[in-house]
């Protein structure tokens, strides 16, 4: 299966402290995105990050890649009761388009003041 | 410029009517997909749609079609609705490597 897995499912952290989130998958990807979904609503893009690239950053946010291991992981810096949501990592293995995303089951992520 | 924009954003329909959703891309995007997520999972690709034809299809029943039209928006109908159709119904836009959603229409199924 293309899904990702991600790990842990769910996260509790008091404001101000990181929050990680791992995404693992079986397959060659052209690309990796991650999301922020809150309450059930709509998905959020919070950063791409291609197969030739190993670390992005954006904001508080940092995004590694590891292809050799197959997996990702984003890190929330310094997060605040705004961050509490769920978070999606989505494998595009199709043309690299976004055509076709598959997504893992999410981390619910918990930020306590 | 408006993100994606979906209707309705709820929807209540009883077992074996059908369905209409609606979608309208970002201003420029070609592509649409749809997704389906059921509560406590991750989106699950339905169709993807660019210049007007179905490019792609995920595991999903014939009761499931869409279409795209000429300004790119976009209709997901569903067929002979059961409870397990249930879910929130996404939309996604892109014009390069990034797929941009919208706020979903929730479709309950009594």
């Known amino acids: 299966s293309q899904q990702g897995e991600e790990d842990p499912q769910a996260l509790s952290i008091q404001e101000g402290e990181n929050a990680t989130m791992n995404c693992s998958y079986k397959t060659s990807i052209n690309n990796l995105q991650w999301y922020r979904q809150n309450s059930g609503r709509g998905l959020v893009h919070l950063i791409l990050?291609?197969?030739?690239?190993r670390e992005k950053h954006s904001g508080r946010l940092r995004v590694t890649l590891d292809t050799s291991k197959k997996s990702s992981s984003l890190l929330i810096t310094a997060s605040r009761a705004a961050d509490t949501a769920s978070y999606f990592c989505a494998l595009d293995a199709d043309t690299g388009t976004a055509s076709k995303l598959t997504f893992g089951t999410g981390t619910r992520l918990q930020v306590t003041l | 410029d408006a993100g994606v924009t979906q209707s309705p954003t709820h929807l209540i329909k009883t077992r074996g009517q059908h369905v209409t959703l609606r979608c309208s891309p970002i201003s420029g995007h070609k592509s649409v997909s749809w997704y389906q997520q059921v509560l406590g999972q991750g989106p699950q690709f339905i169709f993807q749609?660019?210049?007007?034809?179905?490019?792609g299809r995920g595991n999903f029943p014939d009761r499931f079609s869409a279409r795209q039209f000429p300004n790119y928006s976009s209709e997901l109908n569903v067929n002979a609705l059961l409870l397990g159709d249930s879910a929130l119904y996404l939309c996604?836009?892109?014009?390069?490597?990034?797929?941009?959603f919208g706020q979903g229409t929730r479709l309950t199924v009594v």
């Open positions: 990050i291609r197969s030739n690239e």
């Open positions: 749609y660019y210049e007007k034809e179905e490019r």
């Open positions: 996604a836009s892109s014009r390069w490597a990034e797929a941009f």
